[in-house]
């Protein structure tokens, strides 16, 4: 009888834990030539640091308010993904809102960005036509740049990332 309402206090225990565990969106980013699989943390946002000052920790867990919404076009917040479903800082990126495009030859950068809404930011490599971009507005980035590498014109897009530089 103790064993049973030993087991049973374990498993609400276990229930009570997965409910307030964070939740992570699984979102698969689709280039022409690969498939992706990242884990957007709903729980957490990056804080961008002011220019100069050292970022230990970027990443916390968000206010509701923002955690439930998406970080706004020029917002110190930046949404937080991971390659897997575990969190840690090995396979953690975070986006920064832009875009990275590799153009077809011929296509000009001003007319593209005019064309998706978007705001040329700069060219990263103009000989090898890539480009970043800024999107007019706060969207899914992963759903607006699956919708990117299927335009003819699009030779791959993919996120601008951040991808912290582990300290040992």
């Not at 980013?29 to 709903?42: D, G, I, P, Q, W």
């Not at 706004?72 to 920064?96: D, K, L, M, P, Q």
Request: no cysteine.
């Amino acid at each position: 009888m103790i064993r049973m309402i030993g087991l049973a206090v374990f498993l609400l225990a276990g229930t009570a834990f997965a409910a307030d565990a964070p939740t992570m969106t699984k979102q698969v980013l689709e280039t022409k030539k690969s498939v992706m699989v990242f884990y957007r943390a709903e729980d957490e946002m990056a804080v961008s640091p002011a220019a100069g000052a050292s970022a230990k920790r970027v990443v916390a867990v968000a206010p509701a308010e923002v955690a439930a919404k998406t970080a706004a076009s020029g917002s110190e917040y930046r949404r937080v993904f991971y390659t897997s479903e575990r969190r840690s800082e090995r396979n953690r990126f975070i986006a920064t809102g832009n875009v990275l495009v590799r153009l077809q030859p011929g296509t000009a950068p001003e007319t593209f960005a005019a064309g998706q809404g978007f705001t040329l930011l700069q060219a990263v490599n103009a000989s090898a036509g890539i480009y970043l971009f800024a999107p007019a507005g706060a969207g899914e980035l992963i759903g607006q740049t699956n919708r990117l590498n299927t335009l003819p014109e699009v030779d791959y897009a993919e996120p601008e990332w951040i991808k912290p530089v582990l300290l040992r």
